[in-house]
C-alpha cells in the first residue's frame, strides 16, 4: 500500500500543482504520498545530496510510513534527480536552512528535531499567533509526532508563543474579530457582504489570510483585494 509519508508541520498550505513537478518516474508517487500532510513545496524548496534525501525520506517512514522499499526507493531516486544539489557536497541539515533564523531558547532544538524533516526553519518565522492559537496547533500537530512528549510539547507551544506573539498593527482591522459593522465600515463592504463575512468565519474558523475571504459566495472579491492592507487576521 502507498503510504501517507508524514511529518510535523505547524501550518496547512496548499500543495504545489502538478504540472509543477518535473516528469519521470516516481512524480505521481512522490505527489500522492507526500501531498496528504504538507505542501510539496516543502521538499522542492530543498536542494539535497542524493544521501541526504534518502535520509530524510526514511526519516518520514519511519514516523509512520508503511511504504515498501521499492515505493521509497522510488521517492528518493526523483527527489535527488530533480532536487539535487549542484556538488552534492552539503548535508540535509545545512540543505534546511539556517537555524541562527530561529531564536535561541527551550524548545528550538525540539522544533529542529521534529519539524525540519518537512519544514524548513525559517518556516516558524513567517506566522504569529496567540498563545492559545500556539497551543492549538501545537496539540493538534503533537498527534503525528511519536517521539516527542507531552512536556516537550508543552516547551514547544511556549517558545513559539514567546517568539512568534501575535501583534495587532495599528490601523489594521482585525477581521477574525471585528463585527459586521466593523467590516463593513473599513473594508468598504456592503452590510450584506460584511454579515456573509461573519457567517462564514462562524462557520468555517478563523481567516488565516485575505485570500481566504475570496471563497465566500456573496462577496465582491475585488473589494477584498482592494482591501487587503487594512486587514489583519
Not at 488565516?208 to 489583519?232: C, F, H, P, Q
Request: hydrophobic letters at 40%.
Amino acid at each position: 500500500m502507498i503510504a501517507r509519508i508524514c511529518a510535523v508541520g505547524l501550518l496547512s498550505l496548499a500543495a504545489l500543482p502538478a504540472q509543477d513537478l518535473p516528469e519521470g518516474p516516481g512524480k505521481d508517487l512522490f505527489k500522492n504520498v507526500c501531498s496528504t500532510c504538507h505542501p510539496l513545496e516543502n521538499a522542492t524548496r530543498k536542494r539535497l545530496s542524493p544521501a541526504d534525501w534518502k535520509a530524510m525520506v526514511n526519516t518520514m517512514a519511519a514516523r509512520g510510513a508503511e511504504a515498501s522499499g521499492a515505493e521509497l526507493d522510488t521517492i528518493t531516486a526523483y527527489l535527488a534527480k530533480n532536487y539535487a544539489l549542484a556538488d552534492g557536497s552539503a548535508t540535509a541539515t545545512a540543505a534546511a536552512g539556517p537555524a541562527k533564523e530561529m531564536p535561541e531558547g527551550q524548545g528550538k532544538q525540539i522544533i529542529l528535531r521534529e519539524c525540519t524533516a518537512c519544514h524548513l526553519p525559517d518556516h516558524f518565522t513567517k506566522y504569529q499567533h496567540t498563545p492559545e492559537e500556539w497551543q492549538a496547533i501545537v496539540i493538534r500537530m503533537g498527534t503525528r509526532v511519536r517521539s516527542a512528549t507531552k512536556e516537550e510539547l508543552d516547551t514547544v507551544t511556549k517558545y513559539l508563543a514567546t517568539n512568534y506573539p501575535k501583534v495587532e498593527v495599528a490601523g489594521k482591522l482585525n477581521v477574525n474579530k471585528a463585527k459586521a459593522t466593523e467590516i463593513q465600515a473599513q473594508l468598504s463592504l456592503t452590510p450584506e457582504e460584511a454579515d456573509a463575512v461573519v457567517k462564514y468565519r462562524e462557520r468555517h474558523g478563523d481567516f488565516r489570510e485575505w485570500g481566504d475571504l475570496l471563497a465566500i459566495y456573496g462577496v465582491d472579491g475585488r473589494k477584498i483585494e482592494a482591501a487587503k492592507d487594512r486587514m489583519s487576521f
